[in-house]
């Protein structure tokens, strides 16, 4: 008999197993008693001595005659030692099936009294809010709000949602409740009806209504909390800072300067997360996405600079009239290598002035000083060609200046093989075939990307796009500054195109990437028997397959490309250039197919076609129109499936003249073996001469309507 692996001697160390009293007894009533094996004797013999044993056990010939007996014997009793075991391990695994059912009966009994104590707790709040008794209200509101928390997973339970509904209900209405009673104090004075301490009372309740939204909605763990997201966070403040200036902030004494507290608060709040969150994802960051935080961050800092001006060290929450450009992000920030210093600069400068005041007075710097440590990303590079090239230029505008190019582009060929293709996931070979080796990968099935090893991948894009656009200002600014004799031999467009492969290349590795999750629902439209269809229903299963793989990934994908849209673009163009033709090639695969079949097929076909000429604003809140020329290239791959399987639905049998023609208006530029696919997809059985009839039939017909279209 074969070994165990988990019982073999090498394997590992004995070990000794000690069973409770009443499973030993049980073992040893099951084999008739104890064995003379272990008996005192018998471990006391090393190595055990199976002559003795023999001899002891069968002393005279005349007992040779129970050797069967003793044989049956031995038999029955190891028998009863596998039952034993047997038993034990269904001991065992009821025992844990009752651990498992004390653990979720608890957490039912749990969720219950949870339960019982929501609707009482709930039912307490109205009475007491009703008497205005906030300092007993605290503690059940606190209490209510964690509860709530441990049925967030409960989502799927009517009574909770109705429950939760109007926990929520009763929080808004203590909350406008409490608004109301802080404007009676303030407005009505010693004649208002509310008390200092109710009022003291009531603010700590306030606190519990509302505990740290932007905290929650801005969490590390939330998608929004990163920076191609940083925009949300300056309008959420914008929204909410509006609302309070036109409801309680409109009786509260200006002197208080609420308003700039609030902001000053949200900023600290945002560089502390921000950065956590650089720090956290410094693998992600590249210089667009850089870029573009600045950006709106310099302009949001600029707007709250305006906002709440300092004059001689007095703070005012009354708004400025705007300057001309103010607000323009393109006057903010410029998308070019030099802002990063300029902005580090000014931003410093700003924060000096505003800080003048008073500790903690200033509000403009306060969230951009987190990028700080991340400005030499890439751009270092390139600021020290620019000083290579302000100090050649002063020595000599020859060919020094050319040599000085030369250096220039080994080593932006060594940043792009060196940087960016290392950056990229298993980029261990050189530059290209490393992408190829990973599109060989995808292709066999054994490799897909993690979702880190995307966002790697895109910022190469990013980056590489980036020193595609500065490569460029640098030839610009080298045949300004060389001799204009020598201004032709500038040429650093093979470093451009290195950068442009790189792009197209990521590009590809992303098209790869999404096809091979959608590889296995075209594998199964195919096995799908379309003979034996007699009903058409709704989209099948493979169709929702593919549309989940592209809503789990496009949007990924957007939100990397937010700062590079012209290359998100780019990828949606390719991945429908390489998908849709492989959707067709298995749509020639789904043979013989029944009418009926065909028939759904076609509405498959239709659903999908949806889907992707969505697929550019998939799982987007903001539905923009796609791209026109990424619609065109849809309809036109789309439009041929549709067509194939109209033809397939076309009859045969009366005129085969009238099918060719109608084939070839309708699938003009199919090529004879198309022709034959779509035959095999019809089941249509043709003799030799029947088929040879038809190739001729279809050449003729297409070389007319070839030529008539000349």
Known sequence: MESNGLLDDKDGPDVQVTFPESVASRIEELMGGTEQFDSEEARKQTPFDAVSYINRVFPTEQSLAGVESAAARCALRLAGAGRSESMVREITAEIKQLDRAKTNLTAAITALNHYHMLCGAAAALRGLAAQRQYGALLPPLQAVMQVLQHFERYRDIRSLNALRDDVTAL?????????????????????????????????????????????????????????????????????????????????????????????????????????????????????????????????????????????????????????????????????????????????????????????????????GGCFEPYLSLCADLFLFYKKCLVQCAALSTGEPMLELAGVFQKYLREYASGVLQAAAPRAAAPLGLALVHNLQLHA?????????????????????????????????????????????????????????????????????????????????????????????????????????????????????????????????????????????????????????????????????????????????????????????????????????????????????????AQFVQLLGDCSLAEFHKVLDMKGAKLSKAQLGSLDALFKQTAKNNSEANK
């Not at 600029?302 to 060290?313: A, E, K, N, T, V």
């Not at 300029?342 to 969230?367: D, K, M, N, Q, S």
């Not at 009926?596 to 659903?607: A, I, K, P, Y």
């Not at 550019?616 to 539905?623: I, Q, R």
């Open 171 to 367: 929080r808004h209405s203590l909350g406008a409740q409490i608004m109301n009673d802080f404007k009676e104090a303030f407005t009505a004075g010693k004649s208002s009806t509310v008390s200092a301490r109710t009022l003291a009372e009531a603010c700590p309740v306030v606190d519990a209504l509302e505990p740290k939204e932007y905290e929650h909605l801005f969490s590390a763990e939330q998608e929004m909390a990163w920076l191609p997201h940083v925009e949300r966070r300056y309008a959420w403040l914008k929204r909410h800072l509006l609302a309070f200036e036109e409801g309680v902030g409109s009786v509260l004494p200006r002197a208080w300067h609420l308003s700039r507290r609030i902001a000053t608060h949200f900023c600290q709040i945002t560089r502390r997360q921000l950065s956590e969150q650089l720090t956290a994802r410094r693998g992600e960051l590249d210089v667009k996405l850089l870029l573009y935080a600045i950006q709106k961050t310099g302009a949001f800092e600029q707007l709250l600079h305006q906002r709440f001006q300092i004059d001689s060290g007095t703070h005012t929450d009354q708004p400025s009239e705007p300057t001309e450009g103010s607000t323009d992000s393109k006057n903010v920030f410029d998308a070019n290598e030099k802002d990063f210093h300029c902005w580090h600069r000014a931003a410093r400068r700003r924060r000096r002035r505003l800080g003048r005041g008073g500790g903690g007075r200033a509000v403009g710097g306060l969230i």
């Open 444 to 660: 066999s099935g054994t490799t897909r990307y993690t979702k880190q090893e995307i966002s790697k991948i895109t910022s190469v894009i990013t980056t590489a796009e980036y020193c595609l656009e500065t490569t460029v200002h640098l030839e610009q600014k080298l045949k300004e500054k060389v001799a204009p004799a020598l201004a032709a031999r500038v040429d650093l467009a093979p470093e451009q195109d290195l950068f442009h492969q790189i792009i197209g290349d990521c590009i590809q590795l992303l098209v790869q990437d999404l096809e091979s999750w959608c590889e296995p629902a075209l594998v199964a439209m195919a096995k799908v028997s379309w003979l034996h269809f007699d009903t058409v229903g709704d989209q099948s299963s493979y169709v929702t397959q593919i549309i989940m793989h592209l809503k789990n990934t496009v949007p990924i994908l957007r939100d990397n490309l937010s700062s590079s849209r012209k290359y998100f673009t780019q990828f949606c163009i390719r991945f429908a250039n390489s998908f849709i033709p492989k959707f067709i090639q298995n749509i020639y695969k789904c043979k013989p197919i029944s009418t009926v079949g065909s028939e759904q097929l076609l509405l498959d076909t239709h659903m999908l076609k949806t889907a992707l000429l969505e697929l550019p604003s998939l799982g987007s809140e903001v539905k923009r129109p796609a791209p026109a020329t990424y619609t065109k290239v849809v309809i036109k791959l789309m439009t041929k499936a549709e067509m194939i399987l109209k033809l397939v639905m076309a009859p045969l049998d009366g005129s085969a003249e009238a099918f060719v």
